[in-house]
C-alpha cells in the first residue's frame, strides 16, 4: 500500500496562488494515478483533478480548468496541484488520492481511490 501526506495548503487571498504537494510512501509510486479532491462542511467530497501514472496527461473538473495544473515527480514520489487565481468558491479541504491500476483511464469518483492523505486547508479570502 502506499501512504499519503499533503503539505501546502493555507490562507490566502482572493486572486493569489498556492501550491499543494503530497508525499508517497511504500509501494511504487509511478504504479499509482494520482487524484485531488476536496470537500467543505456538509458538502459531499468534489473532484478537482487527475493525473496519468506517468504524468503524461491530466483532466480537470470545469471550475477550475485552466487555474489549476496538477504534476507529478515520480523520481520523488511527489504529485502537485498548483492553484493560480484562486476565488473564496475554492476554500476546502484538499486531500489527494491514489488508486493502484495498469491503465490510464480518468477516474473522478472518490469511491474507486483506495488511499488518502489526511488533507489540507485551503482558505481563500475575499
Known amino acids: 500500500q502506499v501512504q499519503l501526506v499533503e503539505s501546502g495548503g493555507g490562507l490566502v487571498q482572493a486572486g493569489g496562488s498556492l501550491r499543494l504537494s503530497c508525499a508517497a510512501s511504500?509501494?511504487?509510486?509511478?504504479?499509482?494515478?494520482m487524484a485531488w479532491f476536496r470537500q467543505t462542511p456538509g458538502k459531499e467530497r468534489e473532484f478537482v483533478a487527475f493525473?496519468?501514472?506517468?504524468?503524461?496527461?491530466?483532466y480537470y473538473t470545469g471550475s477550475v480548468k485552466g487555474r489549476f495544473t496538477t504534476s507529478r515527480d515520480n523520481a520523488k514520489n511527489t504529485v502537485y496541484l498548483q492553484m493560480n487565481s484562486l476565488k473564496p468558491e475554492d476554500t476546502a479541504v484538499y486531500s489527494c488520492?491514489?488508486?493502484?491500476?495498469?491503465?490510464?483511464?480518468?477516474?473522478?469518483?472518490?469511491?474507486?481511490?483506495?488511499?488518502w492523505g489526511q488533507g489540507t486547508q485551503v482558505t481563500v479570502s475575499t
Open positions: 511504500g509501494r511504487t509510486f509511478s504504479n499509482y494515478a
Open positions: 493525473i496519468t501514472r506517468s504524468g503524461s496527461s491530466t
Open positions: 488520492a491514489a488508486r493502484l491500476s495498469p491503465l490510464d483511464t480518468v477516474v473522478i469518483s472518490s469511491r474507486d481511490y483506495g488511499y
